[in-house]
């Protein structure tokens, strides 16, 4: 399997050495930055970090590890579980951004390392209901399209507005569920008449063709994918220059972050690409090579401890606020108008571990 991972790698990269050559191309000149906030950017990767988290009492009432430096105070109002497909993700209010987060976990299923070797061949396959000529990978577009995913985040985005009105929305997610972040994003904006809606993903992979991320960054302009160093994930499925027609092709806009000095002397740069979302200058200048730096943004860890695990851990405490349907897919739901679940910590006598 290594030498199977090595072998690709060393495709990639001589198909990189030939794809990352000076490009003809007119960079739209843009006001670089104008919805990039460094601040926003760490408080959301705080959320796309305590998505992984697996013990889903203390997810739902938001005292996990995880949930406690900037995210303090979250009040989450659905936590969905898709065990068939195992994909997880959250919607709840954070009454200091005056907004509803929703955030989705990255891949579980597999060892990261498998996940990543398949990227490379995902095809571009579907075309995005609606948008003339815009193809995007099926597998993304279902994990959010055709899942029990999609129905509980809307309905608990509709139940959120009912009680705190038209506040913005931001999407994130990491990973996988960057990828997921995204088709919500669009849904939101498509198919719902959602007015601010607000997505940042990281180390997302490309999920549609060019025609598709044209149709995405009009629809969701206010859009940023942030890609760590050299992270591999974001430069999968590969882009072509000489395919433009028929590749893989990201939206704007991406902000790429690196390390510029030697020795003590280390700046952090956050640099906000140009408007293609192929910014020659941004993560393509360097080779994706790196799957540590896909683990780890603005110094918080995402993943989780135990990949390849998908199980939940749940407390009888709040089982009384789930449901369950047929195919074992899990939904933790509360009412926005009633107070937040405080746990009652003296009785652990009630611990009930729900396995996959
Ligand atoms: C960036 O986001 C933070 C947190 O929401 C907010 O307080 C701040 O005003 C924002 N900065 C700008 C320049 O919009
Ligand atoms: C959508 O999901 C259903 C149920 O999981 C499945 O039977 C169906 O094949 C999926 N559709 C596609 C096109 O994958």
């Known amino acids: 399997m290594a030498k199977r991972w090595w072998l690709i790698l060393a495709i990639y990269t001589c198909l990189l050495a030939f794809s990352s050559g000076r490009e003809l191309q007119i960079l739209e000149k843009v006001d670089h930055g104008s919805i990039y906030n460094h601040t926003m950017a760490t408080i959301l990767v705080e959320y ?4 992984y ?12 590890r995880r949930c406690d430096g900037l995210t303090k105070g979250f009040e ?6 898709d065990i068939q497909h195992c994909l997880q993700g959250f919607v709840g209010v954070a009454k200091d951004l005056n907004a509803i987060v929703i955030a989705f976990r990255g891949t579980q299923e597999h060892s990261i390392m498998n996940w990543i070797e398949d990227l490379y061949w995902k095809q571009l396959d579907l075309n995005y209901p609606g948008m003339d000529d815009a193809m995007v990978h099926h597998g993304f577009y279902y994990a959010y399209h055709n899942t029990t995913i999609r129905p509980a985040v809307l309905n608990a985005v509709r139940r959120a507005k009912k009680f705190y009105g038209d506040i913005p929305i931001m999407v994130t997610g990491h990973s996988m569920g960057g990828a997921m972040a995204s088709f919500c994003g669009l849904d939101l904006k498509v ?3 959602a007015r601010d809606v607000r997505v940042m993903t990281f ?4 999920i549609g063709n060019a025609v598709f991320a044209t149709y995405y960054s009009k629809l969701v302009p206010n859009t940023i994918r942030v890609t760590n160093e050299h992270d591999i994930v974001p430069h999968l499925p590969p882009y072509y220059t000489y395919f433009p027609q028929k590749t893989y092709h990201h939206f704007p806009r991406e902000v790429w972050l690196y390390n510029i000095g030697l020795g003590s002397l280390v700046y952090k740069i956050e640099k906000v690409c140009d408007g293609t979302g192929e910014d020659p200058t941004c993560s393509r200048s360097v080779t994706g090579n790196s799957i ?10 995402l993943m989780c401890r135990t990949p390849g695990t998908c199980r939940i851990v749940m407390d009888s405490q709040v089982t009384e606020y789930g449901t369950v349907d047929l195919g074992g897919n ?11 679940i405080k746990l009652n910590t003296e009785s652990d006598i009630g611990e009930r571990p729900v396995q996959n």
């Open 48 to 51: 796309a970090s305590a998505v």
């Open 191 to 193: 198919n719902h008449e």
């Open 330 to 340: 899990f939904i933790l739901s509360r009412d926005p108008a009633t107070p937040v």
């Open 53 to 64: 988290v697996s013990d889903l009492t203390e997810l739902f009432t938001w005292t996990c």
């Open 203 to 206: 180390g997302q992979p490309r």
């Open 76 to 81: 989450v109002i659905e936590l969905v579980v």
């Open 292 to 301: 540590s730096d896909h683990l780890v943004y603005y110094g918080v860890e």
